[in-house]
């Protein structure tokens, strides 16, 4: 993207390729979703608190409707009996959309190696950025929405497009 | 050691039901009866309704697993008199291969959800039980997870969104 000046150094017009004026528009402006089953959700909340601050990355817009959201923000334990659950979340977000599994419950089951906690949402999602932590930092969220920027900066493929295992 | 205390309740049962209370004992306050099971409805209808007794109260319903001896399953009443202010706790020991014993619902109604969750954590049949399903896994999930025999490694299929 390059924007264009005047002659005598005023603001003129931009050139770009579509796709970059949509990522960048996409970019600071990722909606999330967060689905909190645990104690991260704690977490969570400060990410977006006033210390921390997420809305200076642009993700500040929590949707409670996953018709509207981009990132998934998987936030804590999933067990068998929940993991339809989170599935129907993930089906009903609109693409492109984005999954981050928060902490060592979502991305690998953490320390219930039991009968009844999904070891790891990746088991039924793609997902493509782990954050790991128990609970992680609100910087772990931080750095997750960043590293999604890049991921719509570089144009790299999301996890659903490479993902190895069919849905 | 303390000077063994005396149990209206327990002296009861036994005065009531003889060799159907296989052994009862009371150590530090804890009274226990372990019965027979084709009697507990028997025996929890009695304690309910004996006027020196009133165990109006059913506070749990809970199972142990002995593997390894015979019979193998252990169903556990724990009950409170609220007007006696006394506990009494009822044992009854159940099979591996018949682990079914009856439902004390008729007895008290608030017993429905624990022995459900004794059928889905052990696989204890409660017969004539209204509603016997699982209470707190889903319905494909495979095996009791609280047997002791239940492989602790073992991964539950994964169920799709429900319709």
């Known amino acids: 993207m390059a924007v264009k000046r005047e002659k005598d150094g005023a603001p003129g017009f931009l050139t770009t390729r579509f796709e970059a004026l949509l990522a960048w528009g996409r970019k600071y402006s990722i909606y999330p979703f967060t689905f909190a089953t645990a104690c991260c959700g704690i977490e969570v909340m400060g990410a977006f608190g006033t210390h921390y601050d997420l809305s200076r990355f642009g993700a500040e817009v929590v949707r409670f409707s996953p018709r509207q959201a981009d990132m998934l923000l998987v936030a804590g334990t999933v067990n068998y009996k929940m993991a339809p659950v989170l599935k129907r979340i993930y089906d009903q977000m609109l693409e492109p959309k984005w999954v981050v599994a928060m902490g060592a419950c979502a991305a690998s089951g953490g320390f219930y190696n039991n009968y009844s906690v999904l070891q790891g949402i990746d088991k039924i999602l793609p997902v493509d950025v782990y954050i790991p932590g128990c609970p992680p930092n609100p910087e772990g969220i931080i750095d997750a929405v960043v590293a999604i920027q890049k991921m719509l900066e570089t144009g790299a493929p999301r996890a659903a497009e490479r993902w190895p295992i069919k849905i | ?163």
């Not at chain 2, 459900?116 to 999930?141: C, S, T, W």
Request: proline fraction near 6%; aromatic fraction near 12%.
């Open chain 2, 1 to 163: 050691m303390a000077e063994e205390r005396k149990s209206v309740a327990l002296e009861k049962l036994v005065g009531r039901f003889g060799g159907d209370i296989v052994s009862t004992h009371s150590e530090f306050g804890d009274d226990t009866a372990l019965v027979r099971r084709e009697k507990i409805v028997e025996v929890c209808t009695f304690l309910r309704d004996d006027p020196d007794l009133v165990f109006d109260f059913a506070m749990d319903l809970t199972c142990v697993d002995y593997l390894g001896e015979e019979p193998r399953f252990e169903v556990v009443y724990h009950l409170y008199s609220l007007a006696k202010k006394r506990r009494v706790r009822i044992k009854a020991r159940v099979p591996e291969e018949d682990p079914v014993i009856d439902t004390v619902i008729p007895v008290w109604v608030g017993m429905d959800w624990y022995e459900r969750e004794a059928y889905d954590m052990y696989g204890i049949v409660f017969r004539n039980h209204p509603n016997l399903k699982r209470i707190l896994m889903y319905d494909q999930f495979v095996g009791h997870p609280l047997r002791k025999d239940y492989p602790k490694a073992r991964r539950q299929p994964t169920i799709g969104p429900e319709e």
